[in-house]
């Protein structure tokens, strides 16, 4: 499904920090970062540890202190990179933004170009979201959003998509057929990068897991708490919390 | 004088009666405050968007500046106007001054600010992310543009409808820069202003019936695009 003559974009150097002088604070240090097609890589880290951060630098919204992009055909600045970065890295906020008017609309202004109707129809399809197609999209429940986010990606085709919290506030169906997709979209060669404080979300999918940690990298096996049933509180003293 | 209900009845009478001065001092109106909305509006609107979604340095102090220049009166922009466009002005040469064109720039003087004001407030009222996100999926930043303008369209209509009520019944500016010439620049404020003094009430009375219709469609209008944008984004 990627026609694009690029398979991996590597990242290098990348620090960012956000206020001034006495007030400033290093969220991103010297971090670097490799995205290659069809691998799915899960970045996990605490609230506030930069993961937005971290994910909105890659796909040229925010931009960096500084940072090197090597695309295997060339090395650019993040400045250079910004416009390859916008079209090829697409970010999926955790609750993606829907524009007033139908779902149809939503993906209609993914698409440019010819057949945008059979593209249109085949992605509600591909999203299971057929019987969605005239709703106003600003209704959906947050799982149905993200599905619409993941067929305008799917319409988009980017080389790679960043995903910030995507199943959070999902029940365990919508969570399964957001992963289906996602396995979906490894197959057809993208690269998947899933920020996540739940390890124990999409091991159907991942292949590696990084963790955030003061700003660097740090390379987790990826471990999981097999033992534990999906809808038991792992805090059995602290019921109701959450 | 005559007696109040004669005087209103004569007004209808004339309003009904297609008087043809009457008829024409409205369509002198319509006409100049239509020219000066669209020639406004286009500027206006893109000025709205950059200060709502472009960050530079002096964005802040532009704002500010706009917001000030909501709240100075016609009267200051005539004068303000007439200064640059009388013989001895800065502009005297362009011979401006007593023509509609002079009411045309008096009345994009005055509509500007509400204009970049209310649209940039509009294009304010959605998110960022609502920019992002149209910047994502569109190719270009032309329809990016278009589908943030069709999300706030109601804020940006309730920018027209404003502005458009602001200048069509103001006279300050349009007395001083038209010079209130019959079938020429007399519109419907400064013939109101001119038959009341002059004592002939009828044909006040008729134009002001238009005015407040005017303002009554413009308000009836206005509060069901607000309703309508408030149900839309629930
Ligand atoms: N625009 C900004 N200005 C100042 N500080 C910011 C800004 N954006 C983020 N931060 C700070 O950077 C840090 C990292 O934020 P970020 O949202 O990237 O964390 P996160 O890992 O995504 O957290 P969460 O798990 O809660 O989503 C936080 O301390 C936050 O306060
Ligand atoms: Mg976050």
Redesign the pocket.
């Known amino acids: 499904m990627n026609n694009s003559p690029i398979s991996q974009i590597q990242f290098s150097g990348i620090t960012k920090s956000?206020?001034k002088r006495k007030g400033k604070?290093l969220?991103i240090n010297d971090l670097d970062i490799t995205l290659t097609g069809g691998e799915c890589t899960l970045l996990t880290?605490?609230?506030?540890?930069?993961?937005?951060?971290?994910l909105r630098i890659l796909s040229g919204l925010i931009k960096p202190d500084s940072a090197t992009i090597n695309t295997g055909l060339q090395s650019l600045s993040w400045k250079q990179a910004r416009k390859l970065l916008r079209k090829q890295v697409m970010y999926l906020y955790q609750e993606p933004y829907m524009f007033d008017g139908s779902v149809r609309r939503n993906l209609l202004y993914a698409v440019s170009g010819a057949n945008a109707k059979q593209r249109i129809n085949r992605a509600l399809q591909w999203a299971d979201l057929e019987h969605r197609a005239e709703t106003e999209a600003k209704c959906l429940s947050g799982g149905e959003k993200q599905r619409v986010a993941l067929a305008q990606a799917w319409l988009k085709q980017p080389l790679v998509l960043l995903l910030?919290?995507p199943t959070s506030n999902m029940d365990d169906y919508s969570r399964h057929i957001t992963e289906d997709l996602l396995l979906s979209f490894k197959k057809s060669g993208t690269a998947l990068l899933v920020?996540s404080?739940d390890p124990n979300h999409f091991y159907r999918v991942t292949d590696n897991n990084l963790s955030?940690i003061h700003g660097e990298l740090i390379n987790k096996p990826i471990e999981l708490n097999t033992d534990l049933p999906n809808n038991v509180s792992p805090f059995p003293n602290k019921l109701g919390q959450h | 004088m005559e007696s109040l209900d004669a005087t209103i009845w004569k007004a209808i009478t004339l309003l009904f009666s297609g008087d043809k001065e009457l008829w024409n001092i409205i369509g002198i109106s319509f006409q100049i405050s239509t020219s000066a909305i669209l020639l406004a509006l286009l500027p206006a609107v893109l000025l709205g968007f950059v200060l709502a979604y472009a960050h530079f340095p002096g964005r802040r102090f532009l704002i500010s500046v706009f917001n000030t220049l909501l709240a100075v009166p016609a009267v200051v922009v005539g004068l303000t106007l007439y200064i640059l466009l009388s013989r001895q002005g800065p502009l005297g040469e362009w011979k401006l001054l007593f023509t509609q064109t002079a009411m045309i720039l008096g009345q994009i003087t005055l509509s500007f600010p509400i204009l970049v004001a209310m649209s940039h407030s509009a294009f304010q009222s959605a998110e960022i992310r609502a920019w992002d996100t149209a910047r994502t999926l569109a190719g270009s930043p032309i329809r990016s543009f278009f589908i943030i303008m069709r999300e706030v369209r109601f804020g940006l209509l309730s920018a027209l409808l404003a502005a458009y009520g602001r200048i069509i019944a103001e006279v300050g500016a349009s007395m001083m820069l038209g010079g209130n010439i019959l079938h020429y620049t007399r519109n419907i404020p400064t013939a109101i202003a001119l038959e009341t003094s002059k004592g002939d009430f009828a044909q006040g009375i008729a134009l002001g019936i238009i005015l407040v219709s005017m303002a009554f469609l413009l308000t009836i209008t206005l509060q069901t695009i607000q309703g309508r944008g408030a149900l839309a984004h629930e």
């Open positions: 956000f206020g604070k969220i880290g605490k609230n506030g540890s930069g993961k937005s951060t971290l910030d919290e920020a404080h955030l």
